[in-house]
T-cell receptor, first 115, second 114 residues
Framework: AQKITQTQPGMFVQEKEAVTLDCTYD???????LFWYKQPSSGEMIFLIY??????QNATEGRYSLNFQKARKSANLVISASQLGDSAMYFC????????????FGKGITLSVRP | DTAVSQTPKYLVTQMGNDKSIKCEQN?????MYWYKQDSKKFLKIMFS???????INETVPNRFSPKSPDKAHLNLHINSLELGDSAVYFC?????????????FGPGTRLTVL
């Protein structure tokens, strides 16, 4: 069974600073993918970044990077140079291979960017 | 040129009614999904279809019946609506099933059962 844990309470960050959103995961599958999605107050789910379990390098996508530590089973999202528009809920999710491949989500973290 | 679209965006209805939510994707993907986001924002998969065939059914009450007329469309019909069905329902799609693949979500349908 797969499990994603996001335990941080609501996070606050000053505009233009960097922030790290924590995510730990658990799976017995050797092959898996980790995803981060953003859900602003308007409600849509926006894909941000993906990391494969066999990827040697941490994923980066513009201001987003994923700090992947396989031995610790963590996949933290780092947002650099925070902007007001980054205020949203952030979900970490995991998927494995196989017929039942699906996204398992964590409970999410709320990020508020202060001007 | 919306990638994954859902209609309606909002749905308010009385207990006991039957309602449908429609989803369409123009990404050329083979696989489509329904997720439910509850009042605590927790997202859970309900169904998955690959090329019109049901591949995941996550112990959802049988009042919920998905239908996929073709691989670009996945509809969700809900019979005898209950208060606990109030939630946001998201449709998503990915290129193929059975592999690790990015899922792209529709805008969501907020269902309120009174």
């Amino acid at each position: 069974a797969q499990k994603i844990t996001q335990t941080q309470p609501g996070m606050f960050v000053q505009e233009k600073e960097a922030v790290t959103l924590d995510c730990t995961y658990d799976t017995s599958d050797p092959s898996y993918g980790l995803f981060w999605y953003k859900q602003p107050s308007s409600g849509e789910m926006i894909f941000l970044i993906y990391q494969g379990s066999y990827d040697q390098q941490n994923a980066t996508e513009g201001r987003y990077s994923l700090n992947f530590q396989k031995a610790r089973k963590s996949a933290n999202l780092v947002i650099s140079a925070s902007q007001l528009g980054d205020s949203a809920m952030y979900f970490c999710a995991m998927s494995t291979t196989g017929a039942n491949s699906k996204l398992t989500f964590g409970k999410g973290i709320t990020l508020s960017v202060r001007p | 040129d919306t990638a994954v679209s859902q209609t309606p965006k909002y749905l308010v209805t009385q207990m006991g009614n039957d309602k449908s939510i429609k989803c369409e994707q123009n990404l050329g993907h083979d696989t489509m999904y329904w997720y439910k986001q509850d009042s605590k924002k927790f997202l859970k998969i309900m169904f998955s279809y690959n090329n019109k065939e049901l591949i995941i059914n996550e112990t959802v009450p049988n009042r919920f019946s998905p239908k996929s007329p073709d691989k670009a469309h996945l509809n969700l019909h809900i019979n005898s609506l209950e208060l606990g069905d109030s939630a946001v329902y998201f449709c998503a799609s990915s290129q193929v099933a059975g592999v690790i693949d990015t899922q792209y979500f529709g805008p969501g349908t907020r269902l309120t059962v009174l």
